[in-house]
Nanobody, 123 residues
Framework: QVQLVESGGGLVQAGGSLRLSCAAS????????MGWYRQAPGKQRELVAR???????NYADSVKGRFTISRDNAKNTVYLQMHSLKPEDTAVYYC?????????????????WGQGTQVTVSS
């Protein structure tokens, strides 16, 4: 079983900063791409940022230049550093990871999600 546990959400004023963390645990052979998504009330879940196992990144246009995704492979952890936060960044932020693990002698890859962490930016 694999778990993703997020932390670091909270309430911040516009222009402020937050850092989200997501730690993966369990029977992990390797972590492939990891990412952050968000979902605001009444809206669909959207990609915020994604990082591959070798560090290639991509970002939503709305966060480019303000957010930075990074990962620590030794700790099975992905981070999202958020600066210059805006009220429109308010959402539940979800961690996502493509995880490879052994099961019954076969290497399996599945997608996992964290439980979400609330980020609220006040104006």
């Amino acid at each position: 079983q694999v778990q993703l546990v997020e932390s670091g959400g909270g309430l911040v004023q516009a222009g402020g900063s937050l850092r989200l963390s997501c730690a993966a645990s369990g029977s992990i052979f390797s972590l492939n791409a990891m990412g952050w998504y968000r979902q605001a009330p009444g809206k669909q879940r959207e990609l915020v940022a994604r990082i591959t196992s070798v560090g290639s990144t991509n970002y939503a246009d709305s966060v480019k230049g303000r957010f930075t995704i990074s990962r620590d492979n030794a700790k099975n952890t992905v981070y999202l550093q958020m600066h210059s936060l805006k009220p429109e960044d308010t959402a539940v932020y979800y961690c996502n990871a493509d995880v490879a693990y052994w099961r019954g002698g076969s290497l399996i890859t599945n997608e996992y999600w964290g439980q979400g962490t609330q980020v609220t930016v006040s104006s």
